[in-house]
């Protein structure tokens, strides 16, 4: 039995379309790949016409996600549908009743989500957010929480008194596996670039290498393990 099974019904949460393909990817083409669970995604904000996106940008986005879910075979895609680069502004009230919302809707055993201390403010709220949810008295359900590294946004906090990603566990992911997790970037060209830009496909296949060399493995993913209980 692969020892993925442990991680149950699972639910990878992302401040933005693409965070989970970067940030755990191959870990979820395993899951699908080597288990029974069900495997659901969350996605905090989406473009809106409010936030400066063309209707057409709007549509092509929504079939880029479509392709994605198909793609890794998600049980369901949930949006929330805040705008992108804007929950600081939302209310914490609304942000807790949504992430809430889907949390009791999947009661994942297994939640994925982002480093609290990411460049990215959506990043960091998102965490914020889930962890006033995921209380253990209020959601006993959830029995395992870690967060990913999304190249171009962990490592890139300028603060220097934030903690850094110290990974506490490694997923191993085949090379082929990694192919495939490359293929499913490319549905998001317009978030991609040459290298060396921290989110080009060489870039990503070298930190996957590079994650598997501190694990013995010819690569893998990488995560900080915030709470298990078994």
Known sequence: MSALALFGRTLVLAPHPDDETLGCGGTLLRLRQETASEVHWALMTRMTAEAGYSA???????REINRVSARYGFEET????FSAALLDSEPTHRLVKAVAGVFDAVEPETLLLPFPNDAHSDH???FQIASACAKWFRRGYL???MSYE???ETGFNLDPTAAPFVPSIYIPVPETLIDDKVSILREYAGEMAPFPFPRSEKAIVALARSRGAECGAAAAEAFVLIREVL
């Open 56 to 62: 057409d940008a709007i549509a092509q986005r929504d």
């Open 78 to 81: 949930h949006q929330l549908g």
């Open 150 to 152: 999304v190249p171009s």
């Open 124 to 126: 960091r709220r998102t």
């Open 143 to 145: 029995r395992r929480i």
